[in-house]
């Protein structure tokens, strides 16, 4: 009875103090500090300022481990780039006369919603960035937004889509990809140029995909389509068989999956299943991926899907060249080709980048101001945000799988094939 | 050895121990007073979380061996109690929006009504059946709220407003980790936790001595899954976004259970002992072996089960630990059971 | 018509959940032991089939023959090493050993193939009509192969030394130990036995459902559904159960409009907890334990 109540007592103590003591008592995440400058904390860091050009610090929590392992890896590989092509070729930042260089410190989140919070509050109070770029995934996003909210600290993201985050009346979270409401609005206009008459749509019971869902909804009626049936599906399904059944019997021209990779795959693969053929199959995250196609084979053929961006679009602004200039220098320093995740992480920060140079000061009025103002085009598409944040100037494409090649069939100005509707039907492949 | 020694019902303060964690908490409460940057205020307000469900947890689990595997089905109840009460109330029960403060007790009623409504069917049930039905309990519960979309907002989740004052949040945490690591030192000295305890060494024994057993045993599971759902509570709050991936967050069920399991189950000191530990392990052994955090929390898990059974309190003084042998009753339905195959 | 070819897709779903359930069900009535890690060696035995086609091209169907032997082996070490030291030990201990021992394969998996969703396409995926009704391919091929594995598990435990001794043991431990049987070895081999099953279905479902190592905990908690439903260590039992979870979650899908795929997954934990309360031994009595302290 007398011992581990003192050993506590030993352990509590030297937590608080662990805590509480000025030196960095955290170690960053493995890798997690992928600073062009060598020195991160403490004294170096002070010395370095002195002697080195200028600095600006800007900080993310992005999940290296966890539900958004991959997704988040695209995200800080997008980051990276950015930060490499502008202290290395680009000089820093101009900031009136100055050059600034870029400090990116970025930490793993996990994943984990608790995670993310503690992050984004150590970024703001103890590595004392001055902006933020945003994690990966709608719900993170939202948690880390009221927290720089809170502290007053610019956060641009790229990787929340869900149109609840800007209902929220933050005045410094700023989004440069198309919410999610508009992300089937290019497609579904295409297919009903092409004869579309009816709808239906599943999607998976989240922020994203069901903000998705409501655009389809919407937009489909816009375009003159019946819509048949609204269906939701857990996120952990692992049979949708009978969802596809249920949609045969219906028999409508075409078919929104709203959802994430895997269950996109799932639906391509149950409905070829139970011999579901509509004349148009679109699936949200799934077709715009090379892996896919790999997945899937002929099955993925002549699915339809959306996208933020492709290389092959004709975007081209005046930093970082094209979009298919991007893509090459993308595959050169990573050894992979980009997925549109990272192209728009990389776009998050370039508009960060973009704004700086804009407003010629660090103050965050100033920049923030010059985000409402912005209005460009760059190899992601044009930038210009609306008084909540969200990015309504650049279009969403869509893209259809030809002949396992994944071509860009809307909008007219991006495209590079031509719709091909209706699809062959599953058993004569 | 499983008869624990000072189990007597002793004049409360007359303990060495009380003292040390009075003092502790005062210090703790100190804290914010040196002005620590809000990332660490916000550490140790983690910490404090995993605490008190670890102790919570240790109520039901480890006082009354009734394994909780679905102890985090509370935490959601209490959670989505306070984001229906501060964003929904007007449009779905036509009442006033409440403020935090109002809706919080609320949070820790709902979670205790649905644990008694709950504990009347599960805690019927023995052995290993009762975690699984617990387990199964939380896997539904999730899917309920995705499906009570009108209610819950479904997946996409209920945002509540933002308010973020650390300092205020952090001793709230500190209140909820006085509170119930102080009521579960209180039963353990109390006639009632004898009788849990009794419970949990032999069930039908305790029965026969005339313990009503079935009213202990969901008057415990109601007191944990009260404290569970005011912390549960406090979290949608202070996180300012709930869905049900957030908040049925799996490595936040298995956190508990492993940090009561690792400081020693059924004792008053392991189960904070243990949090304390893993917490700081996470952090600062974890943190840099990352990607084999959750493989490492495994591995932990096995060894201390097949080599530490009485957790880390076990280890350091015999008198405070109960061996997990002899937790639980062997037979899965010993009452029922009996009746049905005399 | 459409009801009638949902209850198909119901019941071809449900046979595949009888045979993946097999395994847990038997070292359940056997050992008394509940597996938590037993999703995991479905998704072992997927990542298995998983490899060996995109290494070599070899057929799903053909790796669930091999994975059988491989993980025959990893069974039967692990009982030896690590469970036979706690199966007689209270349920406490085996269930929390199992656990740590899902949640450290989960992520050894993880470490090794990345959290990326991966998936196996197989040229023959598709479907087929029959008698005015389609049939899935790959789903009936799966179908008919658990039929005759769950045919061929029966022959073996009635008619081969082993097969009786794990009755024997099942349905007395004290007396098999008597009688002079090494009731560990026996216990080995039925863990190697289970768990090879399980590997098998896990390499059968490869090409209709995407790989991940987190997929297990899912299988984990509907083979417990299954059980309650149809009962322990029974091969009918786990097939009606399997059945039953099958149709119900294929008809509330089609007929609950809106959210009924969601209904579909709650309702097999709502399924477990009320059979359970009310039922405890089961539906068909089945989760009686064979032996008191079992």
Redesign the interface.
Known sequence: MRRYPLLFTVLLIAALVLVACPAPATAPATGGQEAAQPAAGGQEAAQAQEEMPKVIRIGAAVSETGRYAREGGDTRQGYILWMEWVNNEYGGIKVGDERYQVELILYDDESNPDTVTRLTEKLITEDKVQFLLGPYSSGLTKAASAISEKYQIIMVEGNGASDSLFERGFQYLFAVLTPASRYTQSGLKALADAGARSAVIAYKDSPFPKSVAQGAEQWAQEYGMEVLAVESYPADINDATALMAKFKELDPDVFVGAGHFVDGVLLARNAEEVDFTPKAFMLTVGPSNPEFVEELGKTSEQIIGPTQWERNMAWEGPYLGTAEEYAQRYEKRWGEPPTYQAAESTATALALQIAIEMAGTLETDAVRQALLDMDVVTFYGPINFDETGKNLAKPMGAIQIQDGQILVIAPEEAAVADLVYPMTPWKER | MTRVS?LEPVSLFR???IW??L??VT??AL?PL?Q?????L???M??FLLITLATNWNLIGGMT?Y?DFGHLTFFGVGAYTVGILMTRSKEVLFAPQLPFWQALPFAGLMAMLFAFLLGM??L??R???F???M???L??MR??T??A?PLTG????L?LP?E?N?VQEYYITLGLMTLSVGLIWWIRNTEFGLSLLAIREDEIGAEMRGINTTLHKTVAFSLAAFLTGLVGGFWAW????I????VF????N?EMIMAA?LGGLG?V??P??GA??LY?LR??FW?????????G??????LV??FL?GG??GL??R??SVS??????????AS??QE??P | MPFLQALLNGILVGGFYGFMVLGFSIIWGVMGIINLAHGEYVMVGAYFAWALFRAMGIDPFVSALLVFPVMFVVGYVLQWLLINRVVERPHLISLLLNFGLSISIANVYKLIYTADYRSVTVPYSGSFELAGFTLPTIKTAIFFAALAIMLALHLFLQHTRLGKAIRAAAQNKEAAKMVGMDIHRVYAATAGICIGLTAMAGAMVAPIQPISPFMGPLFTVKAFAITALGGLGRIPGALLGGLILGIVETLLTIYVPGVGAKVGTAVSFILLVFVLVTRPQGLLSGLRPVEEGA
Do not use: C, K
């Not at chain 2, 479904?154 to 989740?157: L, T």
């Not at chain 2, 967050?249 to 936040?252: D, Q, S, V």
């Not at chain 2, 943190?287 to 959750?294: E, I, K, N, Y």
């Open positions: 000072g303990r060495r121990e040390i964690w003092g502790l210090l703790a804290f040196t620590p940057t809000t990332a660490r916000l550490m140790t983690q910490m061996g394994v069917a599960t019927r049930l052995g290993p059946y975690s699984i039905a387990l199964a309990t896997l539904a899917e309920l995705r499906l979309s479904g997946g996409a989740g945002d933002p973020l650390r202070q996180n300012t976004y869905d049900p991936d957030v967050f799996e490595p936040r298995l399991v004792t000191w392991g904070p002992l304390a530990v700081w952090e600062f943190s840099r072996f990352l990607l084999a955090h959750l493989l929390l495994g591995i932990m898990l096995m089960v097949l059974p880390i309190v350091m003084g008198r405070g997990l042998a002899s937790l639980w009753q062997l037979r899965p339905f029922s059971q049905e195959n």
